[in-house]
């Protein structure tokens, strides 16, 4: 059962476009929610991430918007760049019970000069 | 600074031979894991250790074993290799306690698997 769902599973964007992704999960105990993002034949790089407790952190052009009550959360991505055209991933985590995160199906973007 | 190494970088492998992924990490991080990365599942842990000595399963353990022997190494050993095992396979590493940047998981390289 997947603890974390994604969606979309493609995106292409404009460059200076919005790009958004979601995600959606189930446990309620969940309480590290991070978005990783990565570039072909790397390995995942933490991008952003919140805590339940705001409902929006923002880290230049990038934006979590948190929704605790949906169980939702997803990441903006202002101005896109082709530079962002990587894979990103949401993920969630109890950081009480080790920190074994639990990753979304991940999302390829393609930012179009 | 290196953060964390695998090796090797990729490798093809006959179905029933024995195969051990390494990792490495120079960051003192008790905290360490091993994902398997499939096209349309994402990210799936396999197995993780909190601190030297112990180790835990994750989502998909089977066919997999893991030790700890220390701090700075985690290897993931396939017994017995079957096609179902080809995937990429990351190593990353944390702390787990405390505040909030300590949750940041820090991923190797991987390694690319394939079983023939």
């Known amino acids: 059962q997947q603890q974390v769902k994604q969606s979309p599973q493609s995106l292409i964007v404009q460059k200076g476009g919005i790009s958004i992704i979601n995600c959606a999960y189930e446990?309620?105990?969940?309480?590290?929610f991070p978005w990783y993002q990565q570039f072909p034949g790397k390995g995942p790089a933490l991008l952003i991430a919140i805590r339940p407790d705001v409902s929006e952190k923002k880290e230049g052009r990038f934006t979590i918007s948190f929704n605790k009550s949906a169980k939702q959360f997803s990441l903006h991505i202002m101005d896109s760049q082709p530079g962002d055209s990587a894979t990103y991933f949401c993920?969630?985590?109890?950081?009480?019970?080790?920190?074994?995160?639990?990753f979304g199906t991940g999302t390829s973007l393609t930012v179009i000069p | 600074i290196a953060g964390i190494t695998q090796a090797p970088t990729s490798q093809i492998l006959a179905a029933g031979r024995r195969m051990t992924l390494r990792c490495t990490q120079d960051m003192r991080h008790n905290a360490m894991y091993w994902y398997r990365q499939d096209l349309g599942l994402g990210l799936r842990l396999i197995h993780y250790s909190n601190t030297a000595g112990t180790t835990g399963k994750g989502e998909v353990p089977d066919g997999y074993s893991v030790s700890r022997a220390n701090t700075d190494d985690f290897p993931l050993t396939l017994a017995s290799a079957v096609p179902s095992q080809t995937s990429v396979y990351f190593c990353a590493s944390s702390w787990t306690s405390g505040g909030d940047l300590i949750n940041e998981q820090f991923f190797g390289p991987g390694t690319r698997l394939t079983v023939l």
């Open positions: 446990n309620t105990a969940f309480d590290y």
């Open positions: 993920a969630a985590s109890l950081s009480l019970v080790g920190n074994q995160f639990y």
